[in-house]
């Protein structure tokens, strides 16, 4: 399984971007994708999943509100829209498959992303 992150860009606070993941064709039978970013120094944390099947969501409480994640089951992409972007966004955003377990958890993604740079000026 092969993911391809892109999306990423620098932008003042305030503003949007449009993340995208694109999965290769054996990721079709995993239903749920998700967001992780990190930033230097720190962990990588959850940002946002959602069960392609199903539809349901889940967010971190610091995106509520100004995220929001889609996807496009023919092509199995992921999108994370992110919008009213602060400083604190700036991370290293990474999308990923899930395998078992809380979805929160990094370590219950088995394939990850390349990783695309998100950077927000303040």
């Known amino acids: 399984v092969q993911l391809q992150a892109y999306g990423g860009g620098l932008v003042q606070a305030g503003g949007s971007l449009r993340l995208s993941c694109a999965a290769s064709?054996?990721?079709?039978?995993?239903?749920?994708m998700g967001w992780f970013r990190q930033a230097p120094g720190k962990e990588r944390g959850f940002v946002s999943a959602?069960?392609?099947?199903?539809?349901?969501?889940f967010y971190a409480d610091s995106v509520k509100g100004r995220f929001t994640i889609s996807s496009d089951n023919i092509e199995i992409t992921v999108y994370l829209q992110m919008n009213s972007l602060k400083p604190e966004d700036t991370a290293v955003y990474y999308c990923?498959?899930?395998?078992?377990?809380?979805?929160?958890?990094?370590?219950?993604?088995?394939?990850w992303g390349q990783g695309t740079q998100v950077t927000v000026s303040s």
């Open positions: 064709r054996r990721a079709s039978t995993r239903n749920v």
């Open positions: 990923a498959i899930f395998f078992s377990g809380s979805v929160y958890v990094p370590g219950n993604y088995d394939y």
């Open positions: 959602i069960n392609r099947a199903t539809g349901n969501t």
